[in-house]
């Protein structure tokens, strides 16, 4: 992943608004679903959730994609920055022990000039001009020696100052110290220590910089890994809240009954109505005069059943049972209308028969 992050670096903005456009599609297809969807979807919504899965697990490959190499070009920069701190540190203090050897080369220097000018041998006295030279040989000497020791003081300094930092930065992973706090602390240990090694104005500014891009970088991932746990966080409480929506098996059993024990209530209410209809019907068929009165009568009462029908059937929301509902109330339709056919042919053949039968017995009678 180390080879291939600085690529996959380079092209992440058109891999985040390939992420986004791949949400958005997801989004489109299944953002307007509701509980009907979750309980009993059709073929076409089954479809478009199983796209949406498909499009859900690529944006997440691309998205896990991006955190690694995120990872990755973490883990490259932090071993560049503590290289480039080594560096610096290398340029800014020189060994100890090269610092030790210095000191005690000066510090040899000095002692042997100061028994050559001052214990010198009496049977060889100095002239003017050796003694002058043998002075300014020490003179040198002594600054070499306090330049040296200056050095060696600032060299165990630093190391005391290392100290307490790790004891500090230790004190902050127990304190549980962020990682951008522990950058920029290290930083101020790094400015404190350039200035007392009278560091350059661009050496101070690199240090400075490391630091910030080393913060942003993490800032940046810890505001990627924000969003990440809001969407997952946002996803997780959508599915709580769906699955406290949807009903349980006791729920579901207790509608069914509930829906049924409705439409039957309603049978029965719509049975109480027809019963009603065919008893006054059939009151008014007994009184009627002609058998064309007792016909119109039994197709009011037909067409009164129908619109009975019609009224239920408008109310029902189910499409399957309202075609149901329909063909059986045609069919009824159908068989009243028949038997007041029938029945108004069976009256009519029974008063023609009645008046052939009178017309005999007149002609009877006359014979």
Do not use: C
Not at 20 to 32: F, H, W
Not at 179 to 184: D, P, R, S, T
Not at 359 to 364: A, I, N, R, T
């Amino acid at each position: 992943m180390e080879r291939q992050a600085p690529e996959i670096m380079r092209n992440r903005d058109a891999t985040l608004k390939r992420i986004q456009d791949l949400r958005a599609q997801e989004q489109q297809l299944t953002g307007d679903f509701g509980i009907l969807q979750v309980i009993a979807p059709t073929e076409d919504e089954i479809a478009r959730m199983k796209k949406a899965d498909q499009i859900h697990k690529e944006a997440e490959s691309l998205q896990q994609m991006l955190d690694e190499a995120g990872k990755a070009t973490r883990r490259t920069e932090l071993k560049e920055g503590k290289s480039y701190i080594d560096g610096l540190r290398s340029r800014f203090f020189g060994s100890h022990e090269g610092l030790e050897k210095a000191y005690q080369d000066a510090k040899k220097d000095v002692e042997r000039y100061q028994k050559e000018l001052f214990e010198g041998d009496a049977e060889k006295p100095l002239t003017r001009t050796e003694a002058s030279d043998i002075q300014k040989k020490l003179a040198d000497a002594q600054r070499r020696e306090a330049r040296a020791k200056g050095a060696l003081d600032l060299e165990e300094q630093r190391t005391t100052f290392q100290t307490e930092a790790g004891a500090f930065i230790r004190k902050g992973d127990e304190a549980e110290l962020s990682a951008i706090e522990k950058i920029y602390y290290l930083r101020d240990l790094l400015l404190k220590q350039a200035v007392q090694v009278k560091a350059s104005e661009a050496e101070i500014a690199a240090i400075r910089k490391s630091a910030d891009e080393q913060a942003s970088v993490i800032m940046k991932k810890s505001w990627e890994e924000f969003e990440k746990y809001e969407q997952q966080r946002q996803a997780e409480q959508s599915k709580k809240m769906m699955s406290l929506l949807l009903p349980s098996k006791e729920q579901m059993k207790e509608w069914e009954e509930f829906f049924q024990a409705q439409d039957r209530i309603q049978d029965i209410g719509v049975q109480a109505q027809r019963e009603a209809l065919r008893r006054h019907a059939a009151s008014q068929v007994k009184s009627a005069e002609t058998p064309e009165d007792a016909y119109r009568i039994r197709v009011d009462l037909a067409v009164k059943l129908a619109e009975i029908e019609v009224a239920r059937i408008q109310k029902e929301d189910n499409a399957a049972r309202r075609m149901v509902l329909a063909a059986q109330a045609q069919k009824d339709l159908y068989t009243e209308l028949a038997q007041a056919q029938d029945e108004l042919d069976e009256k009519r053949a029974a008063a023609e028969q009645k008046r052939a039968e009178e017309l005999q017995h007149q002609v009877d009678e006359i014979q």
